[in-house]
Structures are given as structure tokens and as C-alpha cells.
């Protein structure tokens, strides 16, 4: 069956880049799209970007300076990488399968 | 960008009630719609899809609806199971922008 898992630092230090991976299992990275979503403690859902199956790869504009989305598809692995992280970036990072399937989320606390 | 309003943002009703919560669209997104539920500690979950799609294994009390750019999540009778928070999201054009969320809690 379809499952993703986040993996990451737990706490990053303020102006340091994030780095997280999402594992995925039960489908082909070359057929399928993967998104990454956050959600700061106690607030709502944020599109971060996502990498499609060929390849390419769209931010939300509001992070698009400091984001980067890449894969490696023979580990079926995405990965995710902010740089310039401040307090505001605390929040719990998901990686999806376009909305159906999702990873349980891992928590990143950005400390200053 | 394309504001999803969502309303009301918290929300409580007894069980059995019929519950609506709404998401105005500031710019036309067809039915590019998605509703999640989202429990305490948990993944969000589609509930429906496209704007009217009952997701796989979802109970029917559960339905969406579109008038004009409101989309609204409509719960037929509140079962305690439902008591969560429930998010919107539009998928027509990027960024993909999500509603701000409802908090439905018991009365």
C-alpha cells in the first residue's frame, strides 16, 4: 500500500538551512506527484510546493527564494531544503501524494 | 494568489445537528476543491474530492456543495466521530492556497 514518511533535524537553529526527507513506499516517484505541506502549532494548513512526476517542480511564491524540492527516484526519496529558517518556520512538514496519501508529519522547531 | 474564506472558523454543535462549514474562492477554481478532516495529532484526510466526490470510505452524511464560489462541507447529522478540524483547499491554480480551517467542537 501507498505510504510516505517525513524524516528531519527535530531543531534547526534560526538562519540555518532545513533539510527533510520524505521516504515513500508502494508507488513509482516517476508516476506520481508529491507535495509538501506545513502547519504551525495550533494554526492551518500551508502549501509549501510540490515535485511532479516528470521532474519539474513548483513553490508557493511566498517561499519560492528560500525552497528547494528534488528527488531521488531510484530511493524513492523526496527531499526538501529551506534555507534562512526563522521562528515563524516552527511547524509540523508533511510530504503528500497529491492530497490522497499522507505522511504522519515531523515537527521542526526553529530556535533563535 | 486565490484567498480561500473560510467560515466560520470554530464552531459548536450538538450531536445529531446539521453542520455546515463554507469556503468563498476569490477568483473562479471550478470545483478544484478538496475537504479534509484533520484530528488532533493526525494527517489531514480528503473527504471530498473536486468539490462534490465523496472520498473512499467516507461516511454518507458527509457531502459538498458549490453555489456560484462558495463550496460548502455540509455533515447530514453530527456523530461524535466528526468533532475535528476541517480545512479547504484549491487546487486550480498555484499557489495552492487552503482555507484558514474550522474548529467543530461539541456544544
Redesign the interface.
Known sequence: QVQLKESGPGLVQSSQTLSLTCIVSGLSLTSNSV?W?RQPPG?????MGAIWSGGST?????LKSRLSISRDTSKSQVFLKMNSLQTEDTAIY?C?RY??F????TMVTVSS | ?IQMTQSPSSMSASLGDRVTITCQASQDIGNNL?W?QQKPG?????MIYYGTNL?NGVPSRFSGSRSGSDYSLTIRSLESEDLADY?C?Q?KQ????????TKLELK
Open positions: 507535495h505541506v494554526k492551518g494548513l500551508e502549501w513548483e513553490y508557493n511564491s511566498g508533511f503528500t492530497f490522497d499522507w505522511g504522519p508529519g | 494568489d478538496i479534509f493526525k494527517s489531514p484526510r480528503p472520498a480545512h483547499l487546487y498555484y499557489p495552492y492556497t487552503f482555507g484558514a480551517g
